[in-house]
């Protein structure tokens, strides 16, 4: 694979940099066995996962597992030089910036073989998209799924468009023409004090779920239709002070969550516990919107996130390694109890079908957050998705859509920089 080669003359020998973890049923286990499946992981879920779910119910394992947390912006940094070797560890946790890159590696296992496309029966079928190579080979799973949504405030939406239901909001922004309208006149029965969004990401995500094609089809690249629709859009926002054109995921964008000045947010279903709930209550504790946001699909159907779970073709352990995965993504009671311990939305459409009636979200004012996801999961499209994704979002992001919103370059000048540095990037593929 090309991207591979690219990830191929990265330096070996880099030092691990992460928390080795010994998991296991008792303290003397790593003398006990001889045998040690490695888990990489960049997110402590997985850690918790196996040792609160997994070992509890599978007490009579003969192997050690290991788990290796490594800060997720050095996560590929360790992984590729090791990967395809022997000092690879059995599974890796994948988040959907980069899961592509590997399933399309060739390096991993192929997960079929072990029974986790029976298993993954009831799985959503986008979740399975994402985890499965362009040859139809099933390399990796999610236990959760990641629709995305508009979060807004209630009460701004009462006093500056009379609006008190989710369902009359919905119809309010169904597409992003109407969206432009409404975000029009927050800010005109605001007197300017409100925006419609903080940044022209929360533009960007849901576009770019829009698509119809992804970023790279045969070796060429593609600028789908929709990607120019996000770049006129996202310049009129920025040239009619619509968003407050914070950074995504910057310490301004994150302060307006508990601020009276930011209408809504597009966030997938994690953004609620990771993100709104955590920056809902001002750092001096003086003000909170705690209880005054509301969650609908918004004007399109997308998803962003979420961690699938692979083994590696090298391993020695794949049975070991796709028995873990099998419980963690496919395993019914133990997604139906991570659901409720968490919240997490799960990928099992069994299990959130079973459960979604039981949720109320004082977050979002008594919403039935779950139900929602469960409808708005339905039409998500993750063919689009491809190795190249990670990289070329960025280069789209930093090199067109921000200086073009920003009115510091032409469409057809931002667009030909963008391409330049997808040359750059990739030389082998082919750009009009």
């Known amino acids: 694979m090309k991207q591979w080669k690219k990830l191929s003359v990265a330096l070996l020998g880099v030092s691990l940099i992460g928390v080795l973890t010994a998991c296991g049923t008792g303290s003397e286990l790593s003398s006990e066995y001889n045998l040690e499946l490695t888990v990489w992981t960049f997110t402590d879920e997985l850690s918790t996962m196996i040792n609160e779910y997994y070992l509890p119910a599978h007490e009579s394992l003969d192997y050690e597992i290991k788990i290796v947390e490594i800060p997720s912006d050095q996560f590929e940094t360790k992984l590729d030089p090791v990967l395809g070797t022997r000092n690879a560890p059995d599974v890796i946790a994948l988040e959907s910036a980069f899961v592509k890159k590997y399933v399309e590696s060739g390096l991993m296992a192929d997960l079929g073989e072990y029974g986790l496309e029976e298993a993954a029966s009831d799985t959503y079928l986008y979740v399975k998209d994402v985890g499965t190579s362009r040859e139809g080979t099933l390399h990796a799973l999610a236990w959760q799924a990641a629709p995305g949504g508009f979060y807004y405030r209630a009460s701004l939406a009462e006093s500056l468009l009379g609006i008190t239901d989710a369902d009359q909001m919905q119809e309010q922004i169904a597409d992003y023409e109407k969206f432009y309208e409404v975000a029009k006149e927050v800010k005109e029965n605001s007197g300017g004090t409100v925006q419609m969004i903080s940044s022209v990401q929360d533009l960007a995500k849901p576009f770019f779920g829009m698509r119809e094609s992804g970023w790279v089809e045969d070796e060429k690249l593609i600028i789908d239709d929709k990607l120019h629709e ?53 750092a001096d504790g003086s003000r909170t919107t705690e209880g005054d946001w509301r969650m609908i699909q918004g004007p399109s159907s997308w998803f962003w996130g979420g961690t699938w779970i692979g083994a590696t073709d090298t391993s020695e352990m794949k049975e070991e390694a796709a028995a873990l995965i099998q419980y963690l993504t496919t395993d019914p009671e133990f997604l139906e109890q991570w659901a409720k311990d968490t919240g997490d939305f799960v990928s099992n459409e069994r299990v959130v079908e079973a459960i979604k009636s039981s949720y109320q979200e004082d977050f979002l004012g008594g919403q039935n957050h779950y139900d929602e996801f469960s409808e708005m999961v339905q039409s998500i499209n993750a063919k689009i998705l491809t190795e190249y994704d990670q990289t070329i979002e960025t280069l789209f992001i930093d090199h067109c859509l921000t200086p073009y919103s920003k009115g510091e370059t032409d469409k057809e000048s931002a667009i030909q920089n963008f391409k330049d540095a997808v040359a750059n990037a990739y030389p082998d593929l082919e750009i009009d």
Do not use: C
């Open 230 to 282: 996000l770049m006129d859009i996202s310049r009129r926002f920025v040239e009619e002070d619509l968003t407050k054109d914070t950074e995504g995921q910057s310490e301004a964008w994150f302060a307006g969550m508990n601020g009276e000045t930011d209408f809504g947010y597009s966030l997938p279903t994690w953004g609620l516990h990771y993100w709104l709930k955590q920056n809902a209550t001002s």
